[in-house]
């Protein structure tokens, strides 16, 4: 097998807390003047973009998810594709396919849509199984394979899924492989009765996603990237995530609890908050402040009477409050 030659590292800037913060604000602020009344959803998306995560937004049709994962493309100058999931929609469709060049008598690759620094998947869970499974490699390896040749990524890489409720017509699930490769789960939910009436203020007259203008560079986004994973992580609390994670899998309620890839990202999005609060240490509230949103898509439910009662939330709530918080070192 034979890699493509990744691309020349861009020169990053000097980064420090006071300059995420200053260009985190920029950027929630671009995106708030597309998106009302959802600060903790934008929060999310930033934690998650800066984890080098993916996102998972569920919700009804018409509540601004492809708008956000445009708002948020635009405010730091990403290149952006939109794929739109459908049953006839082919894995080769996103990931790319090999062309026979007559010319040159050999194999072209025509890379698919996933080859954006921010990629789209309208209605992810309106595709088959089949070709959800394509998003496996690109979403964990930054990378795409075809023909026995890899071909890398654009970097930093996001993918921000959009799904319907599983119970509307015409929804396959979401593989629990596929699940647990996102970062977080949102929903989008309605906007309160302020924030809708100034939307259909601002509007009905106008697009404000024609208005955004990049606020950052994919350049400071990658050393915001590189800053945040310094964070100080004291061994306490990696314990603390790593018994969160094993009361998960103890439960009775659950037959498939939190994955080590779940600990670690639920690590990478707590040093996150961190930063974004100014601070170069992680706090146990910063892995309870994420926890249900990190891990709650990745828990599977065992069926019965017993774990009815028995929400993903609810048993990472239990096991917040049952396992015992480290001590501030002193």
């Given at each position: 097998?034979?890699?493509?030659?990744?691309p020349?590292?861009?020169?990053?800037?000097?980064?420090?807390?006071?300059?995420?913060?200053?260009?985190?604000?920029?950027?929630?602020?671009?995106?708030?003047?597309?998106?009302?009344?959802?600060?903790?959803?934008?929060?999310?998306?930033?934690?998650?973009?800066?984890c080098?995560?993916?996102?998972?937004?569920?919700?009804v049709?018409?509540?601004?998810?492809?708008?956000?994962?445009?708002?948020?493309a635009?405010?730091?100058?990403?290149?952006?594709?939109?794929?739109?999931?459908?049953?006839?929609?082919?894995?080769?469709?996103?990931?790319?396919?090999?062309?026979?060049?007559?010319?040159?008598?050999?194999?072209?690759?025509?890379?698919?849509?996933?080859?954006?620094?921010?990629?789209?998947?309208?209605?992810i869970?309106?595709?088959?199984?089949?070709?959800?499974?394509?998003?496996?490699?690109?979403?964990?390896?930054?990378?795409?394979?075809?023909?026995g040749?890899?071909?890398?990524?654009?970097?930093?890489?996001?993918?921000?899924?959009?799904?319907?409720?599983?119970?509307?017509?015409?929804?396959?699930?979401?593989p629990?492989?596929?699940?647990?490769?996102?970062?977080?789960?949102?929903?989008?939910?309605?906007?309160?009765?302020?924030?809708?009436?100034?939307?259909?203020?601002?509007?009905?007259?106008?697009?404000?996603?024609?208005?955004?203008?990049?606020?950052?560079?994919?350049?400071?986004?990658?050393?915001?990237?590189?800053?945040v994973?310094?964070?100080?992580?004291?061994?306490?609390?990696?314990?603390?995530?790593?018994?969160?994670?094993?009361?998960?899998?103890?439960?009775d309620?659950?037959?498939?609890?939190?994955?080590?890839?779940?600990s670690?990202?639920?690590?990478?999005?707590?040093?996150?908050?961190?930063?974004?609060?100014?601070?170069?240490?992680?706090?146990p509230?910063?892995?309870?402040?994420?926890?249900?949103?990190?891990?709650?898509?990745?828990?599977?439910?065992?069926?019965?009477?017993?774990?009815?009662?028995?929400?993903?939330?609810?048993?990472?709530?239990?096991?917040?409050?049952?396992?015992?918080?480290?001590?501030?070192r002193?």
């Amino acid at each position: 097998m034979s890699t493509q030659s990744a691309p020349t590292p861009m020169q990053l800037p000097s980064m420090n807390i006071d300059d995420i913060h200053d260009r985190v604000e920029r950027i929630r602020e671009a995106i708030e003047s597309v998106i009302w009344g959802k600060p903790e959803v934008i929060r999310t998306a930033l934690i998650t973009l800066l984890c080098e995560g993916h996102l998972l937004i569920e919700d009804v049709p018409g509540v601004g998810k492809t708008k956000l994962a445009r708002a948020l493309a635009s405010a730091i100058d990403a290149t952006f594709h939109r794929i739109q999931f459908t049953p006839d929609l082919l894995p080769s469709d996103v990931t790319g396919v090999a062309i026979f060049d007559q010319q040159t008598r050999d194999f072209e690759f025509k890379p698919g849509a996933i080859f954006s620094h921010l990629v789209v998947g309208d209605e992810i869970n309106r595709a088959s199984p089949k070709t959800q499974s394509a998003l496996l490699e690109a979403m964990e390896e930054r990378q795409v394979t075809s023909d026995g040749t890899t071909y890398r990524l654009p970097s930093p890489f996001m993918v921000i899924a959009t799904q319907n409720p599983i119970e509307m017509e015409g929804t396959y699930a979401l593989p629990e492989a596929q699940r647990d490769r996102f970062l977080a789960q949102v929903a989008m939910g309605y906007p309160g009765l302020e924030a809708e009436m100034s939307m259909l203020d601002s509007h009905g007259s106008r697009d404000p996603l024609e208005e955004l203008r990049p606020v950052c560079t994919i350049a400071e986004v990658a050393a915001m990237i590189q800053t945040v994973r310094k964070a100080f992580v004291a061994d306490g609390i990696r314990k603390y995530v790593v018994e969160l994670a094993g009361y998960t899998r103890a439960h009775d309620a659950v037959k498939l609890g939190a994955s080590p890839r779940a600990s670690l990202q639920l690590l990478r999005a707590a040093k996150t908050a961190a930063t974004l609060d100014g601070r170069d240490y992680v706090l146990p509230d910063d892995v309870q402040e994420l926890a249900a949103t990190v891990w709650a898509h990745r828990l599977l439910m065992t069926t019965g009477t017993y774990s009815s009662r028995h929400s993903a939330e609810t048993v990472i709530n239990e096991a917040l409050n049952s396992v015992p918080v480290p001590a501030p070192r002193r």
